[in-house]
């Protein structure tokens, strides 16, 4: 999860330290580029594919922390 938070870090430019569970997107810059960043990440971190259009409904990198899991049970 480490190279995943400091990726999200990277994605809102933001120190890696600030990349929590309960890190509001919305307070970012959580933004068309942002989702299609996060799912390269997502795909490099953990060799699945989220869709932008569910990750543009999350709200907390739980929310897609969440969505990761759902994705690699399915795998």
Do not use: R
Not at 5 to 22: K, N, Q, R, V
Not at 45 to 60: D, H, I, R
């Amino acid at each position: 999860m480490e190279s995943f938070y400091e990726g999200m870090a990277e994605i809102f430019e933001i120190d890696a330290s600030l990349i929590t569970p309960e890190l509001d997107l919305h307070e970012h810059n959580w933004d068309s580029l942002a989702v299609v960043s996060t799912i390269a990440l997502v795909d490099d971190c953990f060799n699945v594919m989220l869709s932008g259009q569910t990750l543009n409904n999350c709200n907390t990198i739980a929310d897609i922390e969440a969505l990761i899991s759902t994705a690699k049970k399915a795998a």
